[in-house]
């Protein structure tokens, strides 16, 4: 366990299921020694005074980060530049500023232009989540044991690279650096594609005719139920992830449709070895998963 407090002052943007989790494990874990947040929802705002687990609800952005060591942008993709642009003149000196943005190249890119010089920016994905969002969704330990990717630019100050990830091992989290590029192109296979396919099997089945889709609906059984709980995820989220993750998307699905394609063929000329091999190797890295998360 790292020692804590990591942060004097930790500022929380936006408190939905990231940014109330953070606070809540932040709080219970002593990570900071005082919470602050903002959020730009005047009705989320109340409710986390309400919830109590921070010092402070500021009424502006520029107020939270004020004096804050720390700040952690936890708004949807496409709302992260202007935030950053909105609160760069107050961030303070020697101040970190962070992100939980899905995606992270684009996020960079965005956010480069209004970084000033005497704060460091160490973009930051937690690879854990569910399907709910808002203040109430978040719980402490949701970063128990999962990972979180550190993507930080070249020459961003190491000491600042060290509290970050000091701060998620905190949260119960193991912490990996890589490329922002190259954590995209993985993001879009293992995160974006397969909700992607769950928001469009939803939509399939909706498109259905009146008497089939009623019994859809009736009947789904494990498998779509299983298969489909992403899908009750954030429409501005996903809209925002989809977005910015454009190109390493695209991609993936090209590849997921040239397979699926080929089962697709399989199923018509009834190869059935092909068929066969497909959804063995399939169950064979279902199966790995499974053993990971017990090891
Ligand atoms: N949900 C997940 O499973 C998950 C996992 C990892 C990372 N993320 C990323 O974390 C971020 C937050 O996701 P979430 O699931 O906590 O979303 P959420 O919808 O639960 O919460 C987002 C909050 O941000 C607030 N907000 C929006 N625009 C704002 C602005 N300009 N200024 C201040 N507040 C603003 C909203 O009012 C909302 O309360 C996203 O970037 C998402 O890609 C989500
Ligand atoms: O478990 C879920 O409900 C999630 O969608 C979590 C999930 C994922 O796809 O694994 C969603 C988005 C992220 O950026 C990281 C985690």
């Not at 932040?26 to 309400?50: M, N, P, Q």
């Not at 396919?197 to 299983?226: H, K, M, P, W, Y």
């Amino acid at each position: 366990m790292p020692e804590v407090p990591i942060f004097e002052r930790l500022c929380v943007i936006g408190f939905g299921l990231i940014g109330g989790s953070i606070a809540r494990r932040a709080r219970e874990a002593g990570l900071a020694r005082a919470l602050v947040a903002y959020d730009a929802s005047d009705a989320v705002r109340t409710r986390v005074r309400e919830l109590g687990i921070v010092d402070e609800v500021a009424e502006t952005a520029q107020a939270a980060v004020a004096a804050a060591d720390c700040v952690i942008v936890c708004v949807p993709v496409g709302a992260i530049a202007g935030v950053a642009a909105e609160i760069a003149p107050s961030l303070a000196p020697g101040a970190i500023l962070s992100d939980v943005g899905s995606t992270k190249l684009g996020v960079i890119g965005a956010l480069a232009a209004h970084i000033p010089p005497h704060v460091a920016f160490v973009p930051a994905h937690p690879m854990a989540g569910t399907e709910f969002s808002g203040p109430d969704s978040g719980f402490s330990a949701l970063f128990e044991g999962r990972w979180v990717l550190l993507t930080p630019p070249a020459g961003t100050d190491e000491a600042a690279i060290g509290r970050i990830e000091a701060f998620w091992r905190g949260c119960g989290a193991n912490v990996e650096r890589m490329e922002a590029a190259h954590h995209d192109r993985m993001a879009a296979m293992v995160s974006h594609l397969p909700h992607l396919i769950a928001f469009t099997i939803c939509n399939t089945a909706e498109g259905l005719e009146d008497e089939s889709r009623r019994e859809v609906l009736q009947f789904a059984a494990s498998g779509f139920r299983d298969f489909t709980r992403i899908a009750a995820s954030d429409p501005v989220m996903w809209r925002d992830i989809f977005l910015a993750n454009r190109e390493a998307l695209l991609e993936m699905l090209a590849r997921f449709t040239e397979d699926a394609q080929a089962m697709a063929r399989a199923i018509r000329f009834g190869d059935a070895a092909y068929i066969e091999r497909s959804v063995e190797r399939g169950r064979a890295i279902r199966q790995s998963l499974i053993e990971q998360k017990q090891a």
